[in-house]
């Protein structure tokens, strides 16, 4: 009857440590949101052959430069065409920009976006995202990365939903 006893003790006791670790858990803050793309609209494909890429400290009126990144389509850029399926015109033109030129489109800082061949200045402001959680089992083999998402930006002063397409 003791040996009973002690399995069913040791039964007991392992179920009893299994759900205190299981039901141990962390909570973890989201990555800072990131954009590596741009969506633009009313350009031509030639009129976005060079594109300047400028960031900037973050609320200066533009005045501390951190870095200028420039794209040129087949070099460091490439462009993904969509097309309206009726009329075959160029609904938007969304660019790529290699992950070797160090371009992405974050809250921390302020951008411009300069089109050379047009003439044509873009200013990026207010970037917000909201810090997300992440919660998991600690002991768990099933972790995954959360990535915080950007909820509003001004696109020449004028707040967007998300980041805006950028117009011509």
Request: include cysteine; aromatic fraction near 10%.
């Amino acid at each position: 009857m003791s040996k009973i006893s002690n399995t069913l003790l040791q039964f007991i006791c392992i179920i009893f440590i299994l759900s205190i670790l299981s039901s141990c858990s962390k909570t973890i803050n989201c990555d800072a949101a990131e954009k590596k793309y741009l969506k633009t609209q009313d350009f031509t494909e030639q009129e976005l052959s060079r594109i300047i890429f400028k960031r900037y400290t973050k609320n200066t009126n533009f005045a501390q430069l951190v870095d200028t990144i420039l794209l040129v389509k087949n070099i460091n850029v490439s462009y993904d065409i969509v097309r309206d399926p009726a009329t075959n015109a160029i609904e938007f033109i969304e660019i790529q920009p290699a992950a070797n030129t160090g371009f992405a489109i974050t809250s921390g800082f302020d951008y411009e976006l300069i089109f050379p061949s047009v003439n044509i200045s873009r200013k990026l402001t207010e970037i917000t995202e909201i810090q997300q959680q992440y919660e998991y089992q600690v002991f768990s083999v099933q972790r995954r990365n959360c990535i915080n998402e950007i909820t509003s930006s001004k696109l020449d002063g004028v707040l967007f939903f998300g980041i805006p397409d950028i117009k011509k």
